[in-house]
């Protein structure tokens, strides 16, 4: 059974940059997609980015230029470096893996854009 765990979330001031990093117990090369979602306080999850098997990556509108999807193969993670971060970028972040039909969540990281 595979897991997946985040890290890296933490309280930055607006501008500054975090690296997410998301850990799988299983292979990521195997999965179809790996994405990072967020969910702000009383907002719904939104998709974040994506990136495919094949490495197609897609980003949310408001993130393009700031956040850049990857995967570490040798360490068996998916990470989502953010560069100038601002308040409204506050959420908890969730990792999500697709293998075929099946999904799996990671229990999501934190993080807190604030002066």
């Known amino acids: 059974q595979v897991q997946l765990v985040e890290s890296g979330g933490g309280l930055v001031q607006p501008g500054e940059s975090l690296r997410l990093s998301c850990a799988a117990s299983g292979s990521i090369f195997s999965a179809d997609v790996m994405g990072w979602y967020r969910q702000a306080p009383e907002k719904e999850r939104e998709l974040v980015a994506l990136?495919?098997?094949?490495?197609?990556?897609n980003y949310k509108n408001s993130v393009k230029g700031r956040f850049t999807i990857s995967r570490d193969y040798a360490r068996n993670a998916v990470n989502l470096q953010m560069i100038n971060l601002q308040p409204e970028d506050t959420a908890v972040y969730y990792c999500?893996?697709?293998?075929?039909?099946?999904?799996?969540w990671g229990q999501g990281t934190l993080v807190t854009v604030s002066s």
């Open positions: 999500k893996g697709k293998w075929g039909t099946r999904e799996l």
């Open positions: 990136i495919t098997h094949g490495g197609i990556t």
